[in-house]
Structure formats: C-alpha cells, structure tokens
C-alpha cells in the first residue's frame, strides 16, 4: 500500500475501513476497499507491517485523519 494509493481510494469512493492488526508477522495499519465479497470489503493493502516507527505510517494516518475517518482495532469492532 502507498499514500498515494490510500488518498486515491478516497477520491474514486472505494475506501471502506482501516483496522489496525497487532498479531505478528500481519502487524500493521490494513486498509480495507469496498467490494462485493465477504462483509462488503476486501483488503487493499498494509502499512507499517513489521515496523512500528515508520513515517509512512504516521503519514497514512493523517490522510485517514484529513477524511475524518480513524481506524478500529478489528473489524466492525469485533477485533
């Protein structure tokens, strides 16, 4: 996953939702598309898997912020 890719998502309506995965090697910000699948959403891609101090991270966080949207930690709150 890129910034780029994550803002574009934003502009063409696709995004859905952002978790955050604290579980080993899949430690990281996921970024989730919308889809026609399971739930209404596939995954798009990671930041920050197996880094926890990464600046593209805390970048992908502000643009998440920018489009007032945070993220959970597991789906729908289930996690």
């Not at 574009?8 to 995004?15: I, K, P, Y």
């Not at 739930?39 to 990464?54: I, L, S, T, V």
């Not at 502000?62 to 489009?67: A, S």
Request: net charge negative; aromatic share 16%.
């Amino acid at each position: 996953m890129t910034l780029a890719a994550l803002q574009a998502m934003f502009a063409d309506g696709t995004f859905h939702h952002a978790t955050y995965r604290f579980d080993g090697v899949w430690e990281g910000l996921w970024i989730y598309r919308k889809s026609d699948g399971f739930r209404g959403f596939e995954p798009a891609g990671c930041f920050n898997c197996y880094k926890r101090d990464h600046p593209e991270l805390d970048a992908a966080y502000e643009v998440l912020r920018q489009h007032n949207h945070g993220h959970s930690v597991g789906a729908y709150g289930r996690g």
